[in-house]
């Protein structure tokens, strides 16, 4: 059973960069049937897609979130991460992190998700 | 910039059936897979519908999706209405870019 795990710092200064890692469990972040994505969802708001990366190096980002987002992989902890730059409070979000099917993107595992709070 | 709208809510009574829409903006939204997420409360969503109308296994078969290119949409219809589909409902596609993009959700009652 594939497991996604998000893990990193809940709070974080304006201003400053956010970063999480999403650890897969029963599964490869090598495969490359699959794009590992970043999806965040602001408090009593809808789903936000950040980006997603393949393990050959493509990326793809959400054109609004492009100049302040990195994506990057780590093959040998079967990782991926994201960092996000200069953030403010409408950066406070539920930041999950998911597994696409590269066929058709459509999700098929999510993390639990991890609330990230900007605040002074 | 593509986008895909939704009613905010729908509410119907138990067992009876419901159909939530998604209306793309631009160019056609069969020309690239729909799917459709389940989020209760406090939980990550769930995929109750992939590539238009495949359920994942575990989902019953009284969801079911749909395309209608006549009306640049896609529908999600959930019949047997229970109280434990009480959820907000998202559809989820990608533009020509494959930039993912999700509606705003709709939020499911069932009185």
């Known amino acids: 059973q594939v497991q996604l795990q998000e893990s990193g710092p809940g709070l974080v200064k304006p201003s400053e960069t956010l970063s999480l890692t999403c650890t897969v469990s029963?599964?490869?972040?090598?495969?490359?049937?699959?794009?590992w994505s970043w999806i965040r969802q602001p408090p009593g708001k809808g789903l936000d897609w950040i980006g997603y990366?393949?393990?050959?190096?493509?990326?793809n980002y959400n054109p609004s979130l492009k100049s302040r987002v990195t994506i990057s992989v780590d093959t040998s902890k079967n990782q991926f991460s994201l960092k996000l730059s200069s953030v403010t409070a409408a950066d406070t979000a539920v930041y999950y992190c998911?597994?696409?099917?590269?066929?058709?993107?459509?999700?098929?595992?999510w993390g639990q998700g991890t609330l990230v709070t900007v605040s002074s | 910039n593509f986008m895909l709208t939704q009613p905010r809510s729908v509410s119907e009574s138990p067992g009876k059936t419901v159909t939530i829409s998604c209306t793309g903006s631009?160019?056609?939204?069969?020309?690239?897979?729909v799917q459709w997420y389940q989020q209760r409360p406090g939980s990550a969503p769930t995929t109750v519908i992939y590539?238009?109308?495949?359920?994942p296994s575990g989902v019953p078969d009284r969801f079911s999706g749909s395309i209608d290119s006549s009306s640049n949409s896609a529908s999600l219809t959930i019949s047997g209405l229970k109280t434990e589909d009480e959820a907000e409902y998202y559809c989820?596609?990608?533009?020509?870019?494959?930039?993912?993009?999700f509606g705003g959700g709709t939020k499911l009652t069932v009185l």
């Open positions: 029963g599964g490869s972040v090598s495969s490359g049937s699959y794009c």
């Open positions: 631009s160019g056609s939204i069969a020309s690239n897979y």
């Open positions: 989820q596609s990608y533009d020509s870019s494959n930039h993912v993009v």
């Open positions: 590539e238009d109308n495949q359920r």
């Open positions: 990366i393949h393990y050959s190096g493509s990326i």
């Open positions: 998911a597994r696409f099917l590269a066929g058709d993107l459509s999700v098929d595992y």
